[in-house]
């Protein structure tokens, strides 16, 4: 069993939620969800789910939300910025991450773990991603589409409840 005090990388999808009940599964104490925002801090850069609905994400889990607003340009400085912030405010530890199998990002989230000298960690990395999705479904968890790529699904998926049959 692991112990520490975390934040959530909060992308606003499923693959966060998943794996921020992973860690704490796992005996962390979670304390804030972070969440990076357009230049307008309107939208989040992830999914362009807006503001309001991150809110209410972060009241139905019961942790606070910290927001932050960025270009693409200036995103890495910001986030460590808001890294090194919750580190000090919350005795944060660790940083979850909801990646599975990307190299490049799992790269970049420990660059900037080790940037605010906390440990990043991906409670579903290298998990097989269709049991992942049947887990996070049998948890209870229900998810819908908010965007997609056009080389896999079509824009008629948007808005649609997450399931296995696709």
Partial sequence: MSEGNILCSWSGGKDSCY???????????????????????????????PKHILDQQSAAIGLPIKTISSSWQDYENNFVEALETLKKEHSISYAVFGDIDLQPHRDWEEKVCAAANITAILPLWNENRLGLVTEFLNAGFKARVTCVDGRFLDESFVGVEFNTEY
């Avoid at 990076?36 to 362009?48: F, P, Q, Y």
């Fill in 19 to 49: 794996a921020l009940m992973q860690a704490i599964e796992e005996g962390y104490t979670a304390k804030v969800l972070l969440n990076v925002l357009n230049e307008a801090g309107k939208i989040s850069r992830s999914h362009g789910i």
